[in-house]
């Protein structure tokens, strides 16, 4: 079955990094484009960015152009999302993201929250 196993976050001080990831398995993960997802308590989930099969092209919510980077490595099964200059609005609950024939496949999610 599929399963999206999330790792990586934590307390960080506004201007921190963090880098998250996310491991896959039970689905040809190189076939498929990945996301990543955010929750912050009492928002709906947005998008945060996305990245295709292979690799090659990559988008990214407005709020988080230039600071965060979504990357892949298909060998190991497991899609990245770098974090670089992190903001007190930055805090949610991170998702990793699947969609496989049309189904949306989830992570248990990974909190991340940016305080001083």
């Known amino acids: 079955q599929v399963q999206l196993v999330e790792s990586g976050g934590g307390l960080v001080q506004p201007g921190g990094s963090l880098r998250l990831s996310c491991a896959a398995s039970?689905?040809?993960?190189?076939?498929?484009?990945m996301s990543w997802y955010r929750q912050a308590p009492g928002k709906e989930r947005e998008l945060v960015a996305g990245?295709?099969?292979?690799?090659?092209?990559?988008n990214y919510a407005d709020s988080v152009k230039g600071r965060f980077t979504i990357s892949r490595d298909n060998a190991k099964n497991t899609v990245y999302l770098q974090m670089n200059s992190l903001k007190p609005e930055d805090t949610a609950v991170y998702y990793c993201?699947?969609?496989?024939?049309?189904?949306?496949?989830w992570g248990q999610g990974t909190q991340v929250t940016v305080s001083s």
């Open positions: 039970g689905f040809t993960f190189s076939s498929y484009a």
């Open positions: 993201n699947a969609k496989i024939l049309g189904l949306r496949f």
């Open positions: 990245i295709t099969s292979a690799g090659g092209s990559t």
